[in-house]
């Protein structure tokens, strides 16, 4: 019984660190440029690109995006809304704005900057706790019956 109970603990934590792991990695291809940043720019939603004209969009598009990354997609942020452009590559010559999107608001993932393994970490130690606090009582519980 005390092995298949150590079995059980072992899974789930083991459960529990799995979750720790991403499951995918977003490489470049999500950028962001704003309309009232008029020079300059890394592309990130700290620090976008310029994008004030029609001329900026097009040099963050083509230059940026097209030529160094291949394509991705484009977050144009404007006072109290954003506009999502796809931007596909098809080769060395071909790469355009395939689809733009306006919607209100923010764009997603813009909110509260936590990084999802120090959530995922955080219930995990939780969990490992509770645990633990499980398995104190059982020995407890055990001594006082012996």
């Known amino acids: 019984m005390k ?14 660190v799995v979750g ?10 999500t ?9 300059g720019g890394t592309g990130t939603l700290d620090d976008p690109w310029a994008c ?9 598009v083509n230059d940026q995006i097209c030529d160094i990354y291949s ?3 484009l977050y144009q ?9 796809v931007i596909t590559w098809y080769s060395a010559t071909d790469c355009r704005v395939t689809a733009t999107y306006d919607y209100a608001g923010y764009p997603p993932y813009t909110g509260v900057n936590v990084a999802t393994p120090y959530v995922i ?5 939780v969990g490992v706790g509770l645990i633990a606090a ?11 019956a012996v």
């Open 3 to 16: 092995k298949l109970r150590n079995i059980l603990l072992i899974a789930i934590f083991a459960v529990m």
């Open 31 to 39: 950028f962001y440029c704003s309309t009232s940043v008029t020079t």
């Open 121 to 125: 970490g955080a219930v995990a130690l």
């Open 77 to 85: 942020l404007f006072p109290s809304s954003y506009r999502y452009h």
């Open 71 to 73: 394509g991705g997609d």
């Open 134 to 144: 499980g398995y104190v009582i059982l020995r407890r519980r055990k001594q006082v």
């Open 52 to 60: 004030s004209d029609a001329t900026q969009l097009d040099s963050v």
């Open 20 to 29: 720790l792991v991403p499951s995918a990695v977003n490489a470049a291809g």
